[in-house]
């Protein structure tokens, strides 16, 4: 019975979203929105949860992951970091107080950073085409002195380049972890090469060319659903077409992967942990020399999170709310997945997508971001043509 009330309530739930919508596609307006607020709302729900690497330890503390939580809420304020061990990953970073529920992880973070950096040249009239690291880097500098999420090494390798004088064009390490940062661009910027010049400049801690490609392929992905009107598969078949073979391998992979998670008649889909043992499946082991081997599958590589970002978007497409909840209950770098994932279904979805309990009152700074991304060109001049 229980089972059955939750089915109910969430059809329900996505009822409510088509009579709000008015049973009509989300307007670009709500897709922009909609990309930047999935983005960092489905980050939010991961906090919680964010590399801990057990499922079965998720499931036994959290159930169904369906609000958000500080992190390690429920296992004593640490997560299983694996090669890392345990730890509370968003304790602060000594400049102010632990993370709290509601908040977001770095890779959250990072976005909110470029839509306030954004903001800033929108407020200071400044004309800017596209985002230049002589402009992005004082104020990235600036905001991580009061940074209180997870530094990454790539974030403080960077710092330190910067620190010595190192050219803006040498910048980034070599780490292969996917990042991606400019949900807000769509926002700001209205063509597919500003967009993705955007990307790869807001990555600028990293030089791996897979990780760049990542977050190239999903900005791409994103901005085919808000000016294409396409559905998220049709954009990640055509994206795919143009894309190196590291992404059309991974696509592929992704693919096939839903496919068999679906399936009655294979035996992945009748898995109680059916989701979590699809990830893990699709990447090698990681031995980084720690305490134990990583499943690249859960971690942050690109060549697990890509392929399960893809999955999460595809077997639960249509429902932000499923594919989000599924995606922080399988842990390990979750959160990565989660930018990737929301900015996605969020554009197709929009705004009005994000359930009501995960909006504003409940994501801490909702109302602040909302009037940031507003002051933007692309949300500004949408506003200004629906007054006359």
Same mark, same amino acid.
């Given at each position: 019975?229980?089972?059955?009330?939750?089915?109910?309530?969430?059809?329900?739930?996505?009822?409510?979203?088509?009579?709000?919508?008015?049973?009509?596609?989300?307007?670009?307006?709500?897709?922009?929105?909609?990309?930047?607020?999935?983005?960092?709302?489905?980050?939010?729900?991961?906090?919680?949860?964010?590399?801990?690497?057990?499922?079965?330890?998720?499931?036994?503390?959290?159930?169904?992951?369906?609000?958000?939580?500080?992190?390690?809420?429920?296992?004593?304020?640490?997560?299983?970091?694996?090669?890392?061990?345990?730890?509370?990953?968003?304790?602060?970073?000594?400049?102010?107080?632990?993370?709290?529920?509601?908040?977001?992880?770095?890779?959250?973070?990072?976005?909110?950073?470029?839509?306030?950096?954004?903001?800033?040249?929108?407020?200071?009239?400044?004309?800017?085409?596209?985002?230049?690291?002589?402009?992005?880097?004082?104020?990235?500098?600036?905001?991580?002195?009061?940074?209180?999420?997870?530094?990454?090494?790539?974030?403080?390798?960077?710092?330190?380049?910067?620190?010595?004088?190192?050219?803006?064009?040498?910048?980034?390490?070599?780490?292969?972890?996917?990042?991606?940062?400019?949900?807000?661009?769509?926002?700001?910027?209205?063509?597919?090469?500003?967009?993705?010049?955007?990307?790869?400049?807001?990555?600028?801690?990293?030089?791996?060319?897979?990780?760049?490609?990542?977050? +190239?392929?999903? /900005?791409?992905?994103?901005?085919?659903?808000?000016?294409? *009107?396409? @559905?998220?598969?049709? &954009? #990640?078949?055509? =994206?795919?077409?143009?894309?190196?073979?590291?992404?059309?391998?991974?696509?592929?992979?992704?693919?096939?992967?839903?496919?068999?998670?679906?399936?009655?008649?294979?035996?992945?889909?009748?898995?109680?942990?059916?989701?979590?043992?699809?990830?893990?499946?699709?990447?090698?082991?990681?031995?980084?020399?720690?305490?134990?081997?990583?499943?690249?599958?859960?971690?942050?590589?690109?060549?697990?999170?890509?392929?399960?970002?893809?999955?999460?978007?595809?077997?639960?497409?249509?429902?932000? +709310?499923?594919? /989000?909840?599924?995606?922080?209950?399988?842990?390990?770098? *979750?959160? @990565?997945?989660?930018? &990737? #994932?929301?900015? =996605?279904?969020?554009?197709?979805?929009?705004?009005?997508?994000?359930?009501?309990?995960?909006?504003?009152?409940?994501?801490?700074?909702?109302?602040?971001?909302?009037?940031?991304?507003?002051?933007?060109?692309?949300?500004?001049?949408?506003?200004?043509?629906?007054?006359?």
């Amino acid at each position: 019975m229980k089972t059955q009330s939750v089915a109910v309530s969430a059809l329900l739930f996505r009822a409510s979203v088509l009579v709000a919508a008015g049973d009509v596609r989300p307007t670009t307006t709500d897709k922009i929105k909609g990309a930047f607020f999935g983005s960092v709302v489905a980050d939010a729900l991961t906090l919680g949860t964010h590399y801990e690497y057990d499922a079965q330890k998720i499931k036994q503390f959290y159930g169904t992951i369906d609000r958000f939580y500080a992190p390690g809420e429920k296992t004593g304020g640490e997560t299983h970091g694996v090669g890392w061990g345990n730890r509370n990953y968003h304790n602060g970073n000594g400049v102010g107080p632990a993370k709290a529920a509601g908040e977001c992880t770095d890779y959250g973070d990072y976005n909110i950073l470029i839509l306030d950096f954004l903001a800033s040249l929108q407020k200071s009239k400044k004309a800017v085409k596209r985002i230049e690291l002589s402009d992005l880097i004082p104020f990235w500098q600036q905001k991580l002195s009061g940074w209180r999420s997870w530094l990454c090494s790539q974030t403080k390798q960077t710092y330190q380049q910067v620190s010595q004088g190192v050219a803006h064009k040498d910048l980034g390490g070599h780490s292969n972890a996917m990042a991606v940062r400019t949900a807000a661009a769509f926002a700001y910027f209205e063509t597919e090469d500003d967009i993705i010049h955007a990307s790869r400049a807001a990555m600028f801690t990293h030089r791996e060319t897979t990780a760049l490609q990542g977050g +190239e392929f999903f /900005a791409r992905v994103t901005y085919k659903i808000i000016h294409e *009107n396409l @559905s998220p598969r049709q &954009a #990640i078949e055509k =994206v795919a077409q143009q894309s190196s073979t590291f992404i059309r391998d991974k696509v592929k992979q992704a693919i096939a992967k839903v496919a068999e998670a679906t399936d009655e008649k294979k035996s992945l889909s009748k898995e109680e942990y059916v989701d979590d043992l699809a990830l893990t499946s699709m990447a090698r082991l990681w031995d980084v020399g720690k305490s134990e081997p990583i499943k690249v599958g859960k971690a942050s590589p690109t060549e697990g999170t890509l392929p399960g970002s893809i999955y999460f978007i595809l077997k639960y497409e249509g429902d932000f +709310e499923a594919a /989000a909840k599924a995606n922080a209950g399988v842990g390990g770098d *979750n959160a @990565s997945r989660a930018v &990737a #994932i929301g900015m =996605v279904m969020g554009a197709a979805q929009g705004v009005q997508g994000i359930p009501p309990a995960w909006g504003a009152g409940h994501l801490t700074d909702w109302k602040r971001m909302e009037q940031q991304l507003n002051s933007l060109p692309l949300l500004v001049s949408t506003a200004a043509k629906s007054e006359l």
